[in-house]
């Protein structure tokens, strides 16, 4: 799967569209984890905890939009997106959401 | 913000946070006999507990005699060497987080150089003419590049954060720690591109959200964008 944030996949010039395609996901670290990073944050840097979350979320978001995709029979997705929101304290959404496309 | 520090702390989060959270919920805050009559366990209980805690502090130089505040609760002396440490407290963490602060940056500035090889680029001007020119060869395992952090400024600084808001204006804190972090989320943009043979990064977005959580603020950064070698 061929994923791009740009309306095409460089090189391949057409494609048909098969529409819009999204995953996105919740998480939330443990309480462990939390402590960790309200201690962490007495000093301020990088919080390692909530670091990690953002890269798995986002992964599984990229999963989830990359499986829809290849349900509907694509082998790229272009014009990708993706946006956070913080819904409640400790948790962070992902979503992922773009253009599914067959090359031709 | 002590009070913010001290709660963090699991040490004292049984007793001693516990403990002053109900004293500042008592509205007999100053009323030293009063204190403990909201208690679960006996008075002397709490003070043993509280005498046991202050016991730990004898021993580091400026932060001992606190035990006099148990036995004869809240007097002049006792609140201006409760201010003095608080201040003493802070000055030492501020120039440690001031520190930590200033190796990011040198940490910054030496893996962007290193990186010097592969451009980004937001501009979605010639953005076409990537797409559509083959000479533009498309790399990497998906195509699409991404780096994030979750950086937090340090406790010490939402004091003069706090002030800097009274009199308006630039909030030089905030703008280090935004530029911090995107500087630092664009070198793991790089860094997950480093490798695949991408030499540019077209059409950079990039996502600031800010953390809701207690105590001093986290922002969180994602950037990303298509890789492709020119």
């Known amino acids: 799967m061929i994923i791009t944030n740009i309306e095409n996949v460089p090189g391949r010039e057409s494609y048909e569209n098969l529409g819009m395609v999204m995953g996105s996901t919740v998480l939330s670290k443990h309480v462990g984890r939390d402590i960790a990073a309200g201690l962490k944050s007495i000093f301020g840097g990088e919080l390692k905890g909530y670091s990690e979350l953002l890269v798995e979320g986002r992964a599984s978001a990229i999963e989830r939009m990359t499986d829809e995709a290849k349900a509907l029979g694509a082998d790229a997705i272009v014009n990708v997106r993706l946006t956070t929101s913080s819904i409640t304290q400790g948790a962070s959404e992902l979503l992922a959401y773009g253009t599914a496309v067959k090359l031709k | 913000m002590l009070l913010d520090i001290l709660s963090n702390i699991p040490l004292f989060v049984d007793g001693f946070a516990n403990a002053l959270s109900d004293i500042w919920a008592s509205s007999n805050i100053w009323a030293s006999s009063d204190i403990w009559s909201w208690n679960v366990i006996s008075r002397d209980e709490k003070v043993e507990k509280l005498r046991e805690i202050a016991g730990l502090f004898e021993n580091i130089p400026f932060m001992g005699g606190y035990q006099d505040l148990l036995d004869n609760g809240w007097s002049l002396s006792v609140a201006l060497k409760f201010i003095r440490d608080a201040v003493i407290l802070?000055?030492?963490?501020?120039?440690?987080?001031?520190?930590?602060?200033?190796?990011?940056?040198?940490?910054?500035?030496?893996?962007?150089a290193e990186l010097k090889h592969i451009t980004v680029e937001a501009g979605p001007k010639e953005l076409s003419e990537v797409a559509q020119s083959s000479a533009n060869m498309f790399t990497g395992m998906s195509g699409m590049f991404t780096g994030s952090?979750?950086?937090?400024?340090?406790?010490?600084?939402?004091?003069?954060?706090?002030?800097?808001?009274?009199?308006?204006?630039?909030?030089?804190?905030?703008?280090?720690?935004?530029?911090?972090?995107?500087?630092?989320?664009?070198?793991?943009?790089?860094?997950?591109?480093?490798?695949?043979?991408?030499t540019r990064i077209v059409n950079m977005k990039m996502l600031t959200t800010s953390i809701t959580r207690k105590g001093p603020k986290a922002v969180e950064i994602v950037v990303y964008g298509t890789g492709v070698a020119s």
């Open chain 2, 149 to 198: 952090v979750v950086l937090s400024h340090d406790g010490f600084r939402s004091i003069t954060i706090a002030i800097a808001k009274i009199f308006g204006g630039n909030i030089k804190q905030y703008e280090r720690l935004l530029d911090r972090a995107r500087r630092q989320a664009i070198i793991r943009l790089k860094e997950d591109a480093e490798g695949q043979g991408v």
């Open chain 2, 90 to 112: 802070g000055a030492i963490g501020w120039f440690i987080a001031w520190w930590l602060e200033r190796k990011h940056l040198k940490y910054l500035t030496a893996r962007e």
